[in-house]
């Protein structure tokens, strides 16, 4: 709640930052990092401690959500058919491994 009984919005980040894709990206596909699979809601912390990490170095604060988070950043990768880095997939690999079915 903010000042006064307002209820603040959540702030959305990017599952992978702008900056980190858009090595990867033509400037026509820019526009498309908005679409709503790129975007989560999360607190304004931890969007600033997540900055253009990726899931080798960042995972989200609660553990619960790493499954999701991880199929999160698969998906977009997927979408827009990009790679992964070798740590990047080791660090994918083992929240999917610590993941319940």
């Known amino acids: 709640m903010g000042a006064r009984g307002e209820v603040k919005a959540p702030n959305t980040g990017h ?4 900056d980190a894709l858009f090595d990867d990206f033509v400037t026509d596909q820019r526009e498309d990092l908005s679409y709503p699979l ?3 809601a999360v607190s304004a912390s931890s969007n600033r401690s997540k900055g253009d990490q990726g899931p080798e170095s960042w995972k989200p604060p609660n553990t619960a959500f790493w499954c999701q988070y991880a199929t999160a950043w698969i998906n977009v990768k997927q979408t827009w058919v990009l790679t992964a880095t070798p740590t990047e997939w080791q ?5 999917s491994a610590t993941s319940s079915s």
């Open 15 to 18: 599952v992978i930052t702008s």
């Open 38 to 40: 790129h975007l989560i």
């Open 91 to 95: 660090a994918l690999q083992m929240v």
